[in-house]
């Protein structure tokens, strides 16, 4: 009786997962709803199944750092760059205030100081390069220093010939850093054009929801894309499509699962098993490596200067060669009082 | 609307901008253009659009159609064109006039076969030594139902990394609107020019304004704190030059189009002469160049908060 209450079945059950995706922080509550079956959920029951809801595997939302206590093996992440914080280039306001007074406020209330983390770390033993989107900061939105983080991390992929894992999460670029945002598209996409010359591996999870700029940018220039089950991935908005094209949207519409179909990732990843997916991935991109090397004893990739350069705390001394040969001194970074 | 456009335009004859940044040359007691009078005349329906340049400054253009996949794209066009003495591979998004055109060219919102059509004709350039020159005039990618279902992000996302790589020579030119994305995917270049009178965003100030003031009709005061217009993108060195319109361009085209023809002459021939004049692999210092070139694009602070 009781437990045909729990289970809505029929007619009873809710259509879509439409209500509050955004809203479904766990509180510190005993008992979690989950928004597509509506399952009353145990949440500690919740926390050790990886946020995936036992009855539906509707997979809750994850934080960046969420995401790499339950990939990384233990110990073993290392963050970069998490000292660069975001400025506020084009003196941006809009009707609720300033940018700078969104940043102080975002920074607070998520305890990060930017959308994206970055660092290395092993998974199933193998070293990754990570980087990593927190929706709860500005709906992860790619601006400055999302792109700088990102390409700085992919950068040491290179130099150091370890694979790329990306997982995304993100409403696209940050509209209050206008054209820079933007651009940081190019500059990501860019930086791993060189990865791909350098024959190291990207590996892009995309996960609820990814639109815009990052569906349009890196997330989607990867050697293997993943999606969560469920998950809302495209490049305009649904509302912003339905809006414009006065069409219906079919049913299940930018999800993971409509993206296969359509032949736009390699797989999905169930959550509960990414660990494993992943391990084996990198295993396949292990043994190549491996492979190539004892045929051709020469090191294929030699680290750059560029590496010794990026220390683990993630200082940068004149970061990229490049810099300084273009001679145009741009990038509006104020140095690090560390670099001299 | 094209009265108030009109009603801009003595005002706005009056205020010049430098090539390279100096100060508005004011002769007048008129006001500078605000960043959405620009709009306005950047969507300007009588502006040149890409075909007219082509047209003007280019012989024997060869149009060169489809993605070799899913179809032919007409807002976004392309194909190999004599500029000057040289073969190019021309690129660009074509809007159109009247409502059918307009209708036949979306627009000129692109659709995934658009950016993979650009694709295919940048591999082209590529191939034989072609530069490149492509003219930005669009609202930003098509948001369809369709577009989605073929990748319109992937499509956009592969387009960055093939000119990215690319071992020759990139122009760009925003000629109207650079509309987000869907502009962006033919504008990674060595060198990106803009009109003075175009502008080129993150997002359209409209759906800024929805998104942010949750009012639509915000638009124009998103369009001003959002920094689009050509003098100040050269301010943040995101531009490379600002082609001056002493006279907006839709009511100067054959000017306009002359001194754009002459500002892409111009880069080409620094481009060429920088990197591939007597280098067989000068065109990987181009790609190397192009890369600290967006590399460096940002604005942040090192350091412990």
């Known amino acids: 009786m009781v437990r045909s209450f729990f289970h809505r079945h029929g007619k009873f059950q809710p259509v879509a997962p439409d209500d509050g995706r955004a809203e479904q922080k766990i509180p510190d509550d005993l008992w979690v709803k989950c928004p597509r079956c509506q399952e009353l959920l145990y949440s500690k029951q919740l926390e050790q199944n990886a946020r995936v809801c036992p009855k539906c595997a509707y997979h809750f939302r994850l934080r960046a750092r969420e995401r790499i206590f339950l990939l990384a093996d233990d110990g073993t992440f290392h963050e970069w760059d998490k000292d660069i914080a975001p400025r506020d280039p084009l003196g941006f306001a809009d009707g609720s205030g300033t940018y700078a007074e969104k940043l102080v406020t975002t920074r607070r209330k998520s305890g990060e100081t930017e959308a994206l983390v970055t660092g290395r770390a092993t998974i199933g033993g193998h070293r990754v390069a990570l980087a990593v989107c927190d929706f709860d900061f500005l709906g992860a939105s790619m601006g400055s220093v999302f792109g700088e983080k990102l390409v700085r991390a992919i950068e040491r992929a290179g130099d150091r010939n370890i694979p790329l894992l990306t997982i995304s999460a993100s409403g696209g670029a940050r509209m209050h850093e206008g ?9 990501s996409v860019a930086a791993l054009a060189r990865l791909g010359n350098a024959g190291v591996p990207h590996i892009s999870l995309l996960t609820d929801p990814c639109y815009g700029g990052v569906t349009a940018s890196y997330a989607t220039v990867a050697d293997v894309i993943l999606a969560e089950p469920g998950a809302l991935i495209g490049f305009a908005g649904p509302r912003v499509i339905e809006q414009i094209t006065k069409q219906k949207l079919p049913e299940g519409f930018q999800t993971a699962e409509f993206l296969l179909q359509h032949g736009m990732i390699d797989l999905i990843a169930e959550r509960t098993s990414l660990r494993t997916t992943l391990t084996t991935l990198l295993a396949h991109y292990g043994r190549a490596a491996d492979h190539q090397a004892m045929l051709n004893p020469a090191p294929r990739h030699r680290p750059s200067e560029v590496a010794l350069t990026l220390t683990e705390q993630g200082v940068v001394a004149a970061h990229v060669p490049a810099l300084s040969l273009a001679g145009r001194s741009v990038s509006h970074a104020e140095p690090s009082p560390h670099h001299e | 609307m094209s009265d108030q456009v009109d009603d801009l335009v003595s005002a706005h004859s009056t205020a010049l901008i430098g090539v ?33 340049y082509i047209e003007r400054l280019t012989t024997g253009f060869i149009e060169m159609h489809g993605d070799r996949s899913a179809g032919d794209d007409q807002a976004l066009i392309g194909g190999m064109a004599q500029f000057g003495d040289r073969t190019v591979m021309v690129l660009g998004h074509q809007k159109g006039r009247a409502t059918n055109e307009n209708i036949a060219r979306n627009f000129g919102m692109p659709r995934p076969e658009g950016y993979r059509k650009a694709e295919r004709l940048m591999t082209h350039a590529a191939k034989f030594g072609l530069p490149v020159v492509s003219f930005i005039d669009t609202p930003g990618a098509d948001p369809g139902i369709s577009s989605e279902e073929r990748g319109q ?4 996302a592969e387009s960055l990394l093939t000119m990215a790589d690319l071992p020759v020579p990139l122009v760009a030119v925003v000629i109207g609107e650079g509309g987000s994305g869907g502009a962006l995917a033919i504008g990674v270049a060595d060198r990106l020019l803009m009109l003075e009178n175009a502008i080129y965003a993150v997002a359209s100030p409209e759906g800024c304004a929805a998104i942010l003031w949750k009012d639509a009709a915000k638009a124009p005061e998103a369009a001003e704190t959002m920094r689009i217009t050509a003098p100040e993108l050269l301010r943040f060195e995101i531009i490379d030059a600002v082609i001056p319109e002493p006279t907006p361009a839709h009511l100067a085209a054959e000017a306009t189009i002359k001194a754009v023809g002459a500002a892409i002459a111009h880069h080409l021939d620094a481009l060429e002469s920088a990197y591939l004049r007597g280098d067989p692999r000068g065109g990987d210092r181009l ?14 602070r090192d350091g412990p908060f």
Do not use: C
Not at chain 2, 288 to 293: I, L, P, S, T
């Open chain 2, 20 to 52: 390279n940044g100096g100060p508005p040359a004011v002769t007048g007691t008129a006001p500078r253009p605000t960043a959405w009078d620009r709009v306005k005349l950047a969507r300007h329906p009588e502006r040149p659009r890409t075909l007219d």
């Open chain 1, 179 to 187: 054209m820079f945002s933007l651009m940081q598209m190019a500059k």
């Open chain 2, 287 to 300: 790609r190397a160049d192009r890369y600290a070139k967006f590399r460096r694009i940002g604005s942040w």
């Open chain 2, 153 to 156: 992000g992937v499509a956009i």
